[in-house]
């Protein structure tokens, strides 16, 4: 990947680089009372979810039915605390993630089927800021997200995505939060078949749910995803090529 000036997302002069790690001494005081969560066996989002490319609106369907949200839905959300430890700057990373996170919401706008609320108690997911990258000869990965489920979930940022410009940072949130609200990539079918997934709406090549240059948010994306959950909701589709869907609770909702 090219260098990439920081944007003003990622960036704040009266600091330097917020993304300063600390030392290891400082580091490892501070994770005295987490240390156990980083031994063993390290999980990161399911493949599934990130093999590039797209060009309709594909819908997971990987447990033999189709998780989407039921109707009012708010998944609320914190920061994992652990994962910023080893950041020198962790408030300024919080504003620059709490700020992206409400533009790629905000870019899918009525279309996007649930809301998402900041809450340290009855959280459903945690953003997660990991201090080093995760790359391969195939590629680095930018941020990794979920599908719709009734368990607490992890949303994943790397910090080669605060590398890219302003719009990128968004476009690549805006994909991962499609993922978040059920969709998968085309070739899903083609690539993915270890997890079914089923087809819905129109077949564009440029979309949030394609990669590089043409993963762009478009009219068809909102339009597409809008309708899938109006008809739903409203009991007009329960099955998709005989795959049922299934409308799942946020882990927050199932709380007593």
């Not at 009266?14 to 001494?25: C, S």
């Not at 920061?79 to 993630?97: E, G, H, M, N, T």
């Amino acid at each position: 990947m090219t260098d990439r000036k920081m944007s003003a997302f990622a960036n704040n002069d009266a600091v330097g680089n917020i993304f300063e790690l600390n030392d290891d001494t400082d580091f490892l005081a501070m994770a005295e009372d987490t240390v156990h969560v980083f031994r063993g066996h390290v999980c990161d989002t399911e493949h599934r979810g990130h093999i590039k490319s797209a060009t309709e609106l594909v819908v997971d369907a990987s447990d033999g039915f189709i998780p989407v949200w039921q109707q009012n839905s708010v998944l609320r959300w914190r920061f994992q605390r652990r994962s910023l430890l080893r950041y020198r700057y962790p408030d300024q990373i919080k504003v620059a993630a709490r700020t992206l996170l409400a533009a790629a919401v905000s870019a899918w706008g009525d279309a996007a089927p649930i809301r998402f609320i900041e809450d340290d108690d009855a959280w459903d997911f945690e953003i997660a800021v990991r201090d080093a990258n995760s790359c391969s000869v195939m590629g680095c990965t930018l941020a990794s997200a979920f599908f719709p489920g009734e368990a607490q979930q992890e949303l994943v940022i790397y910090p080669m995505m605060f590398q890219q410009d302003t719009q990128e940072q968004i476009e690549t949130l805006a994909h991962e939060i499609g993922h978040i609200f059920g969709l998968r990539h085309f070739f899903a079918l083609e690539k993915e078949q270890a997890w079914p997934a089923e087809l819905f709406g129109a077949h564009e090549a440029i979309s949030i749910m394609n990669y590089g240059e043409q993963s762009q948010l478009t009219d068809t994306d909102r339009a597409d995803l809008k309708l899938f959950y109006a008809m739903i909701w409203s009991g007009q589709l329960k099955d998709i090529n005989r795959t049922p869907i299934r409308q799942m609770k946020p882990f927050s909702a199932n709380r007593p």
